[in-house]
C-alpha cells in the first residue's frame, strides 16, 4: 500500500500527508480482515480486471476465451512463480479467430431472452 500511496504522490502532485484519512481508511479495511477473507477479495479483483480486459479486447475486434480448469501449478513453474508471492489464479487467450476453420463461426448466435436472464426487482 505504501508503493501505491508513493505513486499517487508522484502522479498526481500531491503532498504524502494529504493522503493520510485515505491511508488510514485503508490499513483499516486491509488490517480488518482475515488472510483468508482479503485472499478471497483479492482473487475477487482479478476477475473484474479480466472481464474488463475481455471487455476492451472486444472493443478492439479481438477474440478472447478466460479460461480456469486449467493446471496452475503449470502455469506457475511456465512463468517461474513458485518462489514469488504471486500465483496463477485463471488465464486469458486473446487473438483472431479462423473463420475458415471455425464451423462455429458463421452460426447464429444461440442466447436466451433478455427477460430470462435479467430478473426485474
Known amino acids: 500500500m505504501q508503493r501505491y500511496l508513493e505513486r499517487i504522490v508522484e502522479v498526481r502532485g500531491v503532498a504524502m500527508d494529504s493522503l493520510d484519512q485515505y491511508r488510514a481508511r485503508i490499513f483499516e479495511l486491509v488490517g480488518s480482515k482475515s488472510p483468508e477473507v482479503l485472499k478471497a477479495w ?10 474488463f480486459m475481455m471487455s476492451c479486447a472486444a ?3 479481438v477474440d478472447t476465451c478466460a479460461l480456469e480448469g486449467m493446471d496452475p501449478a503449470a502455469y ?8 514469488s508471492p ?4 485463471c ?9 475458415e476453420a471455425d464451423k462455429y463461426a ?12 435479467i430478473p426485474v426487482i
Do not use: S, W
Open 76 to 83: 506457475d513453474r511456465i512463468l517461474h512463480l513458485e518462489n
Open 86 to 89: 504471486y500465483y496463477t489464479l
Open 106 to 117: 458463421r452460426l447464429a448466435k444461440v442466447r436466451f431472452d433478455r427477460d430470462e436472464v
Open 42 to 51: 483479492l482473487e475477487r479483483q482479478v476477475y473484474i480486471a479480466l472481464g
Open 91 to 99: 488465464a486469458l487467450a486473446l487473438g483472431y479467430r479462423n473463420e
Open 59 to 61: 472493443d478492439l475486434r
